[in-house]
């Protein structure tokens, strides 16, 4: 310190001084500086020069910002993105209030076999996306479990169209992504609830709040962080969605299932492939991230 | 706490592990393959489907006596080949790309368009003419034959004598109708027998290609003009599928699974389809003798044919070393040995595009499952009648729009505005 400080009028080499004593540290930062900038950064660049080409396969020619005007009258393009934005609004606040739901009822320290239960939440979320959404195709098929159970109860009856059927459909892919992730975001709950002191409920209780109150008012303000990080990584996850519904309904019936990374995927494999139109269509996902991350953040970050 | 931290340890090291194996795995994996594109005295050649294509394949190889030639047949999916293709084709290098490679007719022009200098022009090794006449507009561009025609798709009215019978109709009702008849037939055998007439997803619209290809129409014209407006074989092929899907005469399916089960556990009465669905109706030997097989049903115009087309693919010639190689392997079995073909279709049960080969034998064989009709040779007939269509580029970018207009139309739309709608769309989509 003492060193720095005789020198700190010349501040170029107060810098050189400090890289000297902090090599090593520099060292470490410039390798992963390079990684990032290589395996990160560069393709980013990439991508966006190639969003402003377009042609079939490999003769592209720089066309400007035409692709991102032909999104705009891309009729494909806009119900893939109100689908997904769709599945976002109704599936995100459902499997994050389920999973506070789960997570408490499951931190309850009188409860027996609580392992067993959590086990079970969780395990979904351990499967592999392509095994699962093939195993919801043949659950939700017309002559699926699904189907053969509403039958035999009398809740319907005739067969429902799960998978061909353009609003069932929806709600099909929102089940299944329900499933596979409402166990992944409750342990990061349950794992915050095991930060929460135990005498402010004990406090609560004395004070004579409902277990209701406890939660409304203890639970979900000290958990806010964390419903926050979870919202956002799941909003993000649900941008991508491209394996249950690729498996599920193939984007059908109709393109009422399309997601825009599915879409991305038509472009350049399915039909004559555009790789510069997908890459301004993957551009989109990445604003809208950057967009209702920034909402999110605002929303619920207020503390920091 | 310390025991915790120890389980964590260990399941971190597992997964560093692990993550390693899978990684060395693909390395070596891809290694293998760029040596095999390099490799000139080597062929390799990727297809789909081990029970058709790779079968195919393989006696090709049995039948060319070269003593030099060694083929590595490398079996992927349809989607991974088209996507490897795309991916490697656009990048540029020709690594780790193999000679001979299989692509579908309704797909081939994307790729010859979209990378001219990727494949070869292998006209040469082969006589085009001794090809049925509508498989050559798929497999050439730009005045050059890249595409060696393999199978054909050409299609039949695959339908259950039983429940046709107790509807009322004999063989003979059945040979040269239109679509609207076939609706009509289909009220009757719903009403008389209570079976739904035929299986759909509606994700795949093949059947209204399978209508429109019997009048010679397409959604594109040759010229690559999108027509779906005004294109009145598509508006007759709608109408046909509105009234089977609003009467109740379809059973949805909603993958290939399900389409199969239907016909296998008797559920439908007919299967219009392409004749590489016969193997698939075949399995269930207890239907044997219960099934034949009529000419596509037509659409009601000046000049339809009881023909048409579903699916076939071509072989293809990669422009890099081995090239000449794998060209005269190609033509010496496909392109031009009758005897290769009558193996074909006994053995693997491929009917081929190649002309002279329906005069063989094998091509005479009467099928028992199908009541001893002679369906091969019926097929080979069927075949050369099939109006020739230019499928184009964007047939399936067009079908994508297309699928969710008919949604509407299903729902009420009229049939012009949904027409007209995606004609505006597919134009601004595909400039």
Known sequence: MSQANSHYTKQQSTFVQRFKKNYIGWLFIILSVLGIGLFYFYPMVQAFLLSLQSGMGSNLEYVGLDNYIRLFNDPTFITALTNTILYLLIQVPVMIVLALIFSVLLNDPTLKFRGFFRTAIFLPAVTSLVAYAVIFKYLFGSDGLVNEFLLNFNLISEPLNWLTDPFLAKITIIIAITWRWTGYNMIFYLSALQNVDKSMYEAARIDGASPVQQFFFITIPLLKPIILFTSIVSTIGTLQLFDEVMNITSGGPGNATMTISMYIYNLSFEYTPDFGYAATVSYVILILVVILSFIQFKLGGDRE | ?431
């Open chain 2, 1 to 431: 706490m310390r025991k915790n931290f120890w389980l964590l340890m260990i399941a971190l090291l597992t997964a560093i592990v692990l993550a390693a194996c899978s990684g060395g795995d693909d390395g070596s994996g891809n290694a293998e393959e760029e040596d095999n594109g390099d490799d000139g005295s080597q062929i390799t050649a990727w297809a789909w489907d081990p029970n058709f294509n790779i079968a195919a394949l393989n006696l090709a190889k049995e039948h060319y006596d070269n003593e030099n030639f060694e083929m590595e047949i490398i079996e992927n999916a349809q989607d991974d080949i088209v996507q490897r293709l795309n991916t490697g084709l656009s990048s540029g290098t020709m690594k780790g790309m193999p000679n001979i490679v299989l692509i579908e007719d309704q797909r081939a022009q994307s790729f010859l368009q979209s990378y001219p200098d990727a494949f070869y022009a292998i006209g040469d090794y082969f006589n085009p003419e001794d090809f049925a006449d509508y498989k050559l507009a798929p497999t050439s561009f730009d005045g050059e034959q890249y595409g060696l025609p393999f199978d054909t798709g050409v299609t039949g009215f695959f339908y259950r004598t039983d429940y046709l019978e107790e509807a009322g109709y004999t063989h003979d009702d059945l040979v040269n109708i239109t679509w609207s008849e076939y609706v009509e037939i289909a009220k009757d055998v719903k009403e008389q027998t209570g079976q739904a007439m035929l299986s759909l997803d509606p994700n795949d619209l093949g059947i209204l290609r399978v209508m429109m290809q019997t009048t010679g129409t397409w959604y594109t014209s040759e010229d690559g003009t999108i027509q779906l407006e005004g294109n009145e074989p598509l508006q007759m092929a709608l109408e046909n599928y509105k009234e089977l899907m609003e009467n109740d005469l379809v059973k949805l399916s909603s993958d290939w699974s399900q389409y199969l089960a239907a016909f296998n556990s008797g559920d439908v009465a007919s299967v219009p389809a392409g004749n590489w669905i016969g193997p698939s109706v075949e399995a269930e030997e207890s239907q044997a003798g219960l099934w034949r097989v009529a000419p596509t049903p037509r659409l009601d115009m000046e000049g339809a044919a009881n023909a048409s087309n579903q699916g076939g693919s071509s072989f293809y010639v990669l422009n890099i070393d081995g090239k000449e190689a794998a060209a005269e392997f190609l033509g010496e079995t496909f392109g031009s040995n009758v005897e290769f073909y009558q193996d074909l279709v006994q053995e693997v049960g491929a009917i081929g595009t190649f002309k002279p080969a329906s005069e063989g034998d094998a091509y005479q064989f009467e099928n028992e499952f199908f009541n001893g009709q002679q369906v091969v040779y019926d097929f080979s007939q069927w075949m050369e009648e099939i109006p020739q269509v230019d499928y184009g580029m964007n047939t399936y970018g067009i079908e994508d729009i297309l699928s969710a207009e008919i949604q509407q139309y299903l729902d009420g739309k009229s049939l012009e505005d949904v027409l007209s709608d995606a004609q505006t769309q597919a134009e601004n989509q595909f400039k």
